[in-house]
């Protein structure tokens, strides 16, 4: 084999061995820049079934005419393209931030409506390493620091990531080794994104030995380290803390035994299973949170209520923060999957308290049931599955807190 053969055939094993077992539908999300492209492509050449979707932003004017462009590529690749449109009026706050969410939105919601079961994205070891500076900036302790997982179950869809352990420079030189182009993106050199900086400054360490293959090592190892803390959480959630309506509850004594570390990784933790939040908060806010209960006083985090009384601590959405209305059928506020005859689904609520009699024999305490799913047709409550009203209605949240521990 010549070099390039050598270095195809370790990309092709890469991208092979990155789909789990038993998953037979793959989407690659391509932006069109060359990470994602190159992964499409060793995707197909590694004989995977495979289609590609594509987010369109439109925070770009060229951006409609980019979609079609990889639609074009994926053409004479024979995969089907897809491209999803961000429909938004003005942004407020992080565009970054917001447009990544938006991204994950579009796409979680087109994977489940096609029946697809893994979406792959085109990160690098150079993109693991970025987002370890970034995360040693924002102080995120070692779940930050443990970077992304190659691969990741999360409510009812595999996210993987094949090619962690290969560099930026090895997928264009595979790219050009095929003759395909790519598109390069200019907000990736706009010093405004944090994301750019940390790429100039991976630059400047590289001079001392700090380079992106050191940092990506540095992280796995990391991982290992975070997935064992996890197994140990694990095992305290499944003994001290009661899982009801999507609402956690837990001795605050057994709380307040657990080491520091611990504390923050429950916290953290449940920002992210109950406020959907897709990377840990930042490790100033988890020490408040951390002080509030240590001290008695409520908290909120991330559209996370915690509530420590004199023996309990109940960690819930907070009212202010839940999902808009959805269809029957629709996953709501990022987690919670309702079935049953056609109506709208939002929180129950005050105003669907209200029309339950009785619901104070609930077992279930207040604060988890207005946050809870409630079905309604205008302004008629017809359902609430977490109430026990309305038997033709179900609802359960996607992923137990436990699974979810040792799936993040």
């Not at 929180?347 to 799913?373: K, M």
């Amino acid at each position: 084999m010549t070099r390039g053969a050598d270095a195809d055939a370790d990309l092709i094993r890469s991208v092979a061995e990155g789909v789990p077992a038993g998953v037979s539908r793959v989407a690659v999300a391509v932006s069109g820049g060359g990470d994602s492209l190159a992964l499409l492509h060793l995707l197909s050449l590694a004989g995977l079934s495979v289609q590609a979707v594509t987010v369109d932003h439109g925070l770009r004017p060229e951006s409609a005419a980019e979609a079609a462009w990889v639609g074009d590529i994926c053409c004479r690749l024979g995969v089907p393209h897809r491209v999803l449109p961000w429909q938004h009026g003005a942004i407020c706050g992080n565009l970054m931030e917001q447009a990544r969410l938006a991204r994950r939105r579009l796409l979680s919601d087109w994977a489940r409506a096609e029946g697809v079961q893994a979406i792959a994205l085109g990160h690098t070891a150079d993109d693991q390493a970025e987002g370890f500076l970034m995360a040693l900036a924002r102080a995120s302790g070692l779940d930050g620091l443990s970077g992304m997982a190659p691969q990741r179950f999360d409510r009812g869809l595999w996210w993987l990531r094949p090619l962690l352990g290969h560099g930026r420079a090895d997928l264009r030189d595979h790219l050009r080794r095929h003759g395909l182009r790519w598109i390069d993106d200019p907000t990736n050199a706009d010093p405004r994104f944090l994301r750019t900086r940390a790429r100039e400054a991976l630059a400047a360490l590289a001079g001392i030995g700090v380079s992106a293959p050191a940092i990506a090592r540095s992280a796995r190892q990391l991982a290992e380290a975070r997935n064992a803390l996890a197994q140990t959480l694990a095992g305290f959630v499944r003994d001290h803390v009661v899982e009801q309506a999507g609402a956690l509850e837990l001795p605050r004594a057994a709380f307040s035994a657990l080491p520091p570390d611990l504390q923050r990784r429950l916290i953290a933790a449940a920002v992210r299973w109950i406020g959907g939040a897709a990377h840990p908060p930042r490790g100033a806010a988890q020490l408040q949170v951390q002080a509030a209960v240590a001290s008695g006083r409520g908290a909120t985090l991330g559209g996370v209520r915690f509530r420590a009384g004199p023996r309990t601590l109940r960690i819930a959405r907070e009212p202010r923060a839940v999902g808009p209305a959805v269809p029957v059928g629709t996953v709501w506020d990022g987690r919670w999957h309702v079935w049953g005859p056609a109506g709208e689904v939002r929180a129950l609520g005050a105003e669907g308290l209200a029309q339950i009699v009785g619901w104070q024999g609930c077992s279930v305490p207040r604060d988890a049931l207005i946050v809870s799913p409630g079905v309604w047709r205008e302004s008629r409550l017809i359902a609430a599955p977490a109430a026990d009203f309305g038997r033709e209605h179900g609802a359960r949240v996607a992923c137990p807190f436990a699974s979810f521990l040792l799936s993040h």
